[in-house]
């Protein structure tokens, strides 16, 4: 990923929240036909080992989902996380009447995670993988929904008809564009712009690349 000094983003908390917040994720895998993506939720394990020492993806997918058969153990994936992101007008710059010397640019957060594939049909890891993937999910839920809320033949069945994912992540790197690069007029009327839009989320993201 291109990604210029000013707009790279390397601490692991950070990018660590940032797939949180946005946890569907695009497994891009090469197969046969060629490069294939799958758009799947995934929860972040950040806690390393001595093998994995920066932690691992896990996910599902449908049994009838080819990608588990046509990808080999250990195979090099990419998983692409997007954060906010959204349309900057050069209208919106303070000091674009001076020279009109602005185009239109695009800003975003992304999270690229480079890692070595399992599969995992093994019960004990699928009910795992759900159950976390339930409660994160139903936290904010008045009656959070449990797999015990379910009868037992059916989930049995319900599990049967799909494989886990695991990547061993290798490699993690991050990009924030989020005009860090314009001159303090330009980026405070471009908030200003944002705000009367009702672009919230990507107006906070804003803000907080200002923070650190």
Do not use: C
Not at 122 to 137: I, M
């Amino acid at each position: 990923m291109y990604a210029p000094a000013l707009f790279a983003e390397s601490r692991p908390d950070v990018l660590h929240s940032l797939m949180r917040a946005h946890p569907l994720g695009m497994l891009v895998t090469q197969r046969a036909a060629g490069l294939e993506v799958d758009h799947l939720p995934f929860l972040l394990n950040p806690e390393g080992t001595e093998a994995h020492p920066l932690g691992t993806l896990q996910a599902h997918v449908a049994r009838a989902n080819p990608v588990w058969q046509e990808v080999r153990e250990g195979d090099a994936v990419l998983v692409v996380f997007r954060g906010t992101e959204g349309y900057i007008s050069p209208n919106w710059y303070a000091s674009k009447p001076e020279t009109h010397r602005h185009v239109p640019t695009w800003n975003y957060e992304a999270v690229h995670v480079h890692g070595r594939l399992h599969i995992r049909e093994d019960e004990k890891f699928l009910r795992g993988v759900l159950a976390r993937l339930t409660r994160v999910h139903e936290a904010d839920q008045p009656v959070p929904w449990r797999m015990g809320d379910a009868p037992a033949d059916y989930l049995r069945d319900m599990l049967g008809q799909i494989v886990g994912i695991e990547v061993d992540i290798t490699r993690i790197e991050g990009k924030r564009k989020l005009s860090q690069n314009r001159e303090p007029r330009d980026f405070a009327s471009t908030l200003q712009a944002l705000d009367e839009r009702g672009s919230v989320q990507l107006a906070a993201a804003m803000r907080r690349s200002q923070k650190g």
